[in-house]
């Protein structure tokens, strides 16, 4: 069985990059994470491709490799909730 670490172990730099998003001035925060969602999309899209032009012959291989389109979508969600913020601050600070 997994032990928690292993189920733990969510490693995503651009979460981690997130972390100093405070550094940037708010006009600047909302470039980035535009860009960030960009090329998430980006990802998300070349990996379906990806996914959809394999003949695939194991499901069990193509469930793995499913993984990272489904871990792709969901950070996609995330970074739209962090442009939310990002937008709110936005307008605040011009306020």
């Not at 491709?49 to 792709?72: F, K, M, R």
């Amino acid at each position: 069985p997994l032990d928690r670490q292993e189920v733990a172990f969510l490693v995503d730099p651009v979460r981690t990059r997130s972390y100093f998003l405070s550094r940037l001035s708010a006009t600047e925060r909302a470039m980035v994470v535009s860009n960030w969602l960009r090329a998430n999309q980006e990802f998300c899209d070349e990996l379906a491709g990806e996914i959809d032009s394999v003949p695939w012959t194991q499901p069990l291989q193509q469930a793995a490799y499913q993984n990272l389109l489904e871990l792709a979508k969901a950070r996609h969600k995330w970074l739209k909730s962090l442009e939310q913020i990002v937008d709110e601050e936005t307008v605040t600070s011009k306020s």
